[in-house]
Nanobody, 122 residues
Framework: QVQLVESGGGLVQAGGSLRLSCAASGRTTRSYSMGWFRQAPGKERAFVSAISWSGGGTTYADSVKGRFTISRDNAKNTVYLQMNSLKPEDTAVYYC???????????????WGPGTQVTVSS
């Protein structure tokens, strides 16, 4: 089992930037694919971005392409989500997730963090 803890959320004005971090611990975290999801009030949890265990593969939701960048530092067991040009519609609780499978498959995310709130004011 992998334990995940997010940090870096907060309140930012539209057009601003935030960087989220997700610290992972537990068994063989370096071999896990990592992802970010978000859940806005009244909406279902939605995929944001994912990165392969090596960092060589990444995927993004269309709504964040060109604005968000996912990266990972396996030496620190940490994955990051750099969020630029933030919009009010990016307001949500952001969750980090991990799985042992490919990021090409959307399902199978078995480990989740508690989430961190991101609020973008207009």
């Amino acid at each position: 089992q992998v334990q995940l803890v997010e940090s870096g959320g907060g309140l930012v004005q539209a057009g601003g930037s935030l960087r989220l971090s997700c610290a992972a611990s537990g068994r063989t975290t370096r071999s896990y694919s990592m992802g970010w999801f978000r859940q806005a009030p009244g909406k279902e949890r939605a995929f944001v971005s994912a990165i392969s265990w090596s960092g060589g593969g990444t995927t993004y939701a269309d709504s964040v392409k060109g604005r968000f960048t996912i990266s990972r530092d396996n030496a620190k067991n940490t994955v990051y989500l750099q969020m630029n040009s933030l919009k009010p519609e990016d307001t949500a609780v952001y969750y980090c997730a991990a799985k042992s499978g490919s990021i090409a498959v959307m399902t199978g995310w078995g480990s989740w963090g508690p989430g961190t709130q991101v609020t973008v004011s207009s």
